[in-house]
């Protein structure tokens, strides 16, 4: 299980809490939502359990373990960005394999043309990039995907492509999920559950910053 | 006000050495704005939403060709009638605030945008003023850089910039994505009022649902072609024309949330026939020898050949 304890995060001492006191646990082959206002700190919470920050207070574990510091994250990261996730000057088959070696089964699931493998991120749309991004982290050492407005920048037609062949991929490895964004019916369509951190959280202390 | 008709470009690229080759990324790309109407440009990425933005304000690469027609006001859109019109009669409200320039306040980008159409400065002023009170930017956000104020507010200051230009034509470049549901329905609504006071509004999106709030019209454009022309009323009624139509709505979290498989066609491997054929459910022998052409259908425009079906 991949959980968060009271977690407060704040970039320095004198600056605002960005996130406080939330805990969150996410069993494996669980799909749950996350959604809250603009600056709630979605984004912030989602490094915090991902690993690309660390908590001022508070810790993060999956199964007990805290994450590693130094090996393959189990728990990864999917940005509404992709351009900004991969490396620009390497070829789309390297950044593949920096995660694992893709199997080919599952680039065409996501249809991944085999034919992008050859070419650099700035050669592919936008779409075509974010399904590399996200076939790079389906692989054996990863437990938990969190997805930050992973499909915002899409269509509707390939948001519910990359969608289907997430759902199936987790189910079927007992992959944990942790859909945030704002679409309420996409919310409602993937997740077993929803959690709303403008409820969960002490309005008092939010109105008085 | 605006009529584009089979609409080309070409980008000639260098394949190796001096070698060049020609890639055809638009084809056949029709549209028509009247005043008043706000229209929606509706399609995945790379479906050439944004070229054609670019090629109405005529700010496309050296390496581009236009092929096709296009007419503002009755008269052509030539390179030098573009430069005259851009920022003036023809507006773009962009994306971000990345589009803003970094190191000038807000207050006055826009109005220097009103003095560059010819008002002078003290009545510019006014015209700023007015323009952030209709907007609800309160007036110490004139003195603000684009980095201090929030993703909201940066967008209202985008329409003002618009909106003192007097411009006829409003071209937004997918001004929702990410934005908190609130937000979207207030900057969508803006783009409404533009249309109420005469104006033509273009609507570049990949959501269907922002583009419903508020469009007349609906173009949905696939793989470099309008493959539909469509109320927005259709949708709701069931009345499209376009399978590939059809599939977005389908797809839609709130409906089906079923998608066709596949990919668009790339620009260097097109079918000859219909663009959709390989994905289509209705396929048949006669879609393809040739491109369907665009044709009426139920009060809609359609390019397929069993729309009537």
């Known amino acids: 299980m991949l959980t968060g304890e009271g977690l407060w995060f704040r970039y320095a001492p004198q600056l605002p809490w960005v996130v406080q006191a939330q805990s969150i646990a996410v069993e494996p082959g669980e799909v749950v939502g996350l959604m809250a206002p603009s600056g709630f700190g979605k984004t912030t919470l989602a490094k915090l359990l991902a690993g690309y920050l660390m908590p001022t207070r508070g810790r993060v574990s999956v199964d007990e373990q805290p994450l590693p510091a130094r090996r393959y994250c189990p728990v990864q990261l999917v940005f509404q960005n992709p351009e900004l996730a991969v490396n620009p000057r390497w070829r789309v088959d390297q950044i593949l394999r920096e995660g694992h070696p893709p199997q080919m089964h599952q680039l ?39 997805a930050d407005e992973m499909t915002a920048m899409l269509d509707a037609n390939t948001q519910a492509l990359i969608w289907r062949a997430v759902l199936d991929y987790s189910r079927a490895h007992q992959i ?7 679409d309420w019916p996409l919310m409602r369509r993937l997740c077993d559950r929803i959690l709303d951190l403008a409820t969960m959280q002490d309005h008092s202390t939010l109105v008085s910053q | 006000m605006l009529s584009v008709s089979n609409l080309s470009v070409t980008f000639s690229q260098y394949e190796q050495g001096l070698r060049r080759k020609q890639l055809t990324v638009i084809t056949d790309l029709d549209l028509e704005v009247k005043a008043g109407e706000v229209v929606a440009v509706v399609g995945a990425s790379g479906s050439g939403k944004s070229l054609l933005a670019h090629a109405i304000l005529g700010i496309l690469p050296e390496n581009a060709t236009v092929g096709g027609t296009m007419l503002f006001q009755g008269q052509p859109l030539t390179p030098g009638r573009c ?28 109005q220097r945008v009103a ?8 009545a510019a002023q006014t015209a700023v003023k007015r323009t952030f009170q209709r907007y609800d930017l309160p007036p110490q956000a004139a003195r603000c850089y684009p980095f201090q104020v929030s993703g909201g507010m940066a967008r209202r200051v985008l329409v003002s910039t618009a909106v003192v230009s007097q411009a006829e034509l409003v071209i937004a470049d997918e001004p929702t994505p990410g934005l908190h549901p609130d937000v979207v329905v207030e900057t969508l609504n803006h783009l409404r009022e533009l249309a109420q006071e005469g104006r033509g509004v273009i609507l570049i999106t990949h959501d269907i649902e922002a583009a419903l709030m508020v469009a007349d019209r609906v173009a949905v454009f696939y793989a470099g072609t309008t493959a539909e022309i469509a109320s927005a009323q259709d949708f709701a009624t069931g009345n499209l024309r376009h399978p590939y139509t059809q599939a977005l709505w389908r797809s839609l979290p709130q409906n089906d949330f079923i998608p066709v498989p596949g990919n668009q066609p790339s620009p260097e491997a097109l079918p000859v026939g219909c663009l959709f054929s390989d994905r289509c459910p209705w396929m048949t022998e006669a879609c393809l020898p040739e491109r369907p052409a665009l044709r009426a259908v139920r009060g809609g425009l359609v390019r397929c050949i069993h729309a009537d079906r």
């Open chain 1, 176 to 182: 944990g999920v942790l859909v945030v964004s704002h």
């Open chain 2, 83 to 110: 430069q005259q019109l851009r920022g003036k009669a023809i507006a773009l409200v962009p994306q971000s605030v990345g589009y803003l320039d970094p190191l000038m306040r807000v207050g006055q980008q826009v």
């Open chain 2, 115 to 122: 003095q560059l159409n010819g008002l002078p400065r003290s």
């Open chain 1, 108 to 146: 065409d699931a996501l249809g991944i043309h085999p034919g992008w493998l050859t070419r650099y991120p700035h050669e592919l749309s936008g779409g075509e990039l974010q399904r590399i991004a996200i076939a790079r982290t389906l692989n054996p050492q990863t437990r938990y995907l969190i």
